[in-house]
């Protein structure tokens, strides 16, 4: 598969009156055309600045770029100026972001605010601009598209306003969508609307997407590939089948194990990770799991493991990978005590 | 919308009833008379101007008379200058402070607006020190001090401008600087603060991400969004300039209808209260209905609320 988004080595730094904090800590990964993958971790572990360092839309100050490239279609967005950024923003690369009831305009009917991202982006004439956002609506699926145009954010749905802001997302075709949590601020029923549509435009479009998420449960139905991110590095990826059936570093365990089941008994208490993650303004030394870690070893708190895998393209930064490392591939049997 | 327009202006009609009941029971428990300052008059000739007045009459019916009247829309005749009636002295006044106030309100917001969105775009740098600075001067220093500032300066050390009077266009100058300053102050003080705060809204990230730059995307997201407290202070605004208004036009000798208030207070020319005050309380209803109306038309989400109400 042709790549299509390289990120290599993204360092991401914050500064705040507590000091410099590292919220992306060198992560790599890419994205091939058309592929689905998730980027999956807990509230602030970087995923959503990877996505936005991705936009180009790191709020700077206080934050910024500190080292790595993002290759998109092979060139380093990083060093994009900005004005060529934004010729790029919503018509190459798209997001959607997590709360669709405060990142909509308030102001500006759903019609035009779909209709700028057309008109930015290209020359046609208003009324093929306006015919485009009709279409839009209606391959987003929302009922009564005439009078959704005309209509302001506050009177629509949630539901409605997320497939607003996946219309505006995919009105130039753009060949990465970025997914920022998109269910999350929705109730559940409209969530499994959500992905369905997300899943089926994508199977109609072709474009690739870079789901975010804290919830499993979302990721499996959507992404061929998932990448655990943990106090800003990755430290796991691979197919969602094999990550799912067999992951390979504790923390991964961690998470599928604390995933509430419909099939378990209601007396057993929901299992979760104990401690907290690390403070990034001093990430501590070796990896970052380590003292959250069941199965920490001595040389997880000194030296940081690298990213290792096997052929399947399923890989972990996890001592226990390393051939000397006792229980050597039984992480999760372990895990599960 | 009919309905709403209609409930508006019967309440307006209603507080407009209690004011006057107001303003003509205070004014009479005061103190004194028109003609109380005069020098003494023999009794026959107080008694004759009196009746004249109808002052011997019952307050109850001074009052309905006086309303009577003011349905026909005649204020009555002035006691203090001879041959004035209100309604004259409305017509002459007000012009004038109105000329002025619309000089000092275009001044306050074509200076005060630009001020308070440059403030936001540059925040924690020299730009946004300088006018709020600038702004928290022009928030403190009274206009009456303000004033005199300026005649002092401008008029008596560098003779640039008249130092007061009216009529030329170099004549208004000052008195609509003294009379914007407030005003000014607090409405780039408010833009600040209200695109400071749009500006950390999501939408605003949304917009960049669309690919508009950043003129485009605080032109025409941040902008709209933050004016609409600043609208619903413009009510308030034409107040602060009417109340400021008494006070400049004293100071520059301007012959506004603010000055003929002040002055009828102290000669307790009771028409001249009633009339005037009824004037600018119909006044400023009127342009605080105006606003609301102003206020549906940029903020989509009243007009729900409205829809809802109605």
Redesign the interface.
């Known amino acids: 598969m042709e790549k299509l988004l390289e990120i290599d080595n993204l360092r991401v730094h914050f500064s705040t009156c507590a000091g410099e904090v590292q919220a992306v800590r060198g992560v790599s990964f890419s994205v091939g055309q058309g592929e689905a993958v998730a980027l999956v971790g807990e509230s602030g572990c970087g995923k959503s600045i990877t996505a936005l360092s991705v936009m180009g839309l790191i709020p700077s100050p206080p934050g910024r770029i500190v080292c790595g490239s993002v290759y998109f279609a092979g060139e380093d967005l990083v060093l994009k100026p900005e004005r060529e950024m934004e010729k790029i923003r919503g018509k190459d690369i798209s997001i959607i972001f997590q709360d669709p009831m405060t990142s909509l305009n308030p102001t500006m009917t759903a019609g035009n605010q779909i209709a700028e991202v057309l008109s930015r982006h290209s020359r046609e004439s208003r009324d093929q601009i306006a015919a485009r956002a009709l279409e839009l609506l209606k391959l987003v699926g929302i009922s009564q598209p005439e009078r959704r145009l005309r209509q302001y954010p506050h009177e629509l749905s949630g539901g409605m306003r997320q497939r607003v802001m996946i219309a505006m997302a995919l009105a130039c075709r753009p060949r990465l969508l970025i997914a920022d949590e998109p269910t999350t601020a929705l109730d559940v029923t409209i969530q499994a609307q959500i992905m369905e549509l997300l899943q089926e435009l994508r199977g109609r479009t072709g474009t690739a997407v870079i789901l975010i998420t804290h919830d499993l449960a979302v990721v499996a139905g959507f992404a061929q590939r998932v990448m655990v991110m943990y106090a800003g590095k990755l430290v796991e990826s691979g197919p969602t089948r094999d990550l799912f059936r067999s992951p390979l570093h504790p923390y991964t365990s961690g998470l599928l194990g604390s995933v509430p089941r419909l099939d378990s008994s209601g007396d057993k208490p929901l299992r979760s990770i104990a401690g907290r993650p690390p403070d990034l303004i001093s990430p501590p030394r070796g990896c970052a799991f380590w003292p959250r870690c069941s199965m920490a070893m001595k040389i997880c708190s000194l030296e940081e493991p690298e990213m290792t895998g096997d052929f399947t393209g399923h890989s972990a930064a996890c001592w226990l990978m390393h051939p000397q490392a006792p229980g050597h591939r039984g992480v999760c049997e372990i895990g599960e005590k | 919308m009919a309905r709403y327009i209609l409930r508006r202006l019967a309440t307006m009609l209603a507080a407009l009833w209690l004011i006057i009941t107001l303003t003509f029971t205070i004014m009479h428990i005061a103190p004194g008379g028109p003609f109380a300052s005069e020098k003494k008059l023999p009794p026959a000739i107080l008694d004759n101007i009196n009746a004249r007045y109808h002052f011997n009459d019952p307050l109850w019916k001074q009052y309905t008379d006086y309303l009577g009247n003011l349905l026909q829309g005649d204020l009555g005749p002035s006691f203090k200058y001879e041959n004035r009636t209100v309604n004259g002295i409305i017509k002459d006044g007000f012009p004038v402070s109105a000329t002025l106030g619309c000089l000092a309100i275009s001044l306050a917001i074509l200076v005060g607006l630009p001020a308070g969105i440059i403030s936001a775009l540059r925040r924690n740098r020299w730009p946004d020190y300088l006018s709020m600075f600038l702004a928290n001067l022009g928030f403190s220093v009274p206009g009456f001090i303000l004033a005199g500032l300026l005649m002092y300066v401008l008029a008596y050390r560098l003779d640039l401008l008249p130092p007061a009077m009216w009529g030329t266009p170099r004549q208004a100058v000052m008195p609509a600087l003294a009379l914007s300053a407030l005003p000014m102050a607090f409405l780039a003080r408010l833009m600040r603060s209200s695109m400071l705060e749009v500006l950390g ?3 605003m ?10 003129r485009l995307a605080v032109w ?2 941040a902008v ?2 933050a004016i ?1 407290p600043v609208i619903s202070y413009l009510g308030t605004l034409v107040a602060t300039i009417f109340t400021g208004s008494f006070v400049v036009e004293n100071i520059f000798a301007i012959p506004g209808l603010g000055r003929y208030y002040v002055a009828s207070i102290g000669d307790r020319d009771y028409t001249v209260i009633l009339g005037v005050t009824i004037f600018y309380a119909a006044f400023l209803m009127l342009m605080n209905f105006l606003v609301d109306l102003a206020y549906m038309f ?4 009243v007009r ?1 609320v409205d829809r809802k109400e109605v």
Request: charged share 40%; net charge positive.
């Open positions: 809204q999501d939408y990230r949304t917009a960049r991400a669309k690919g508009l730059s950043e025409r997201h709209r969004n609409t940029i903020d989509p989400r729900l």
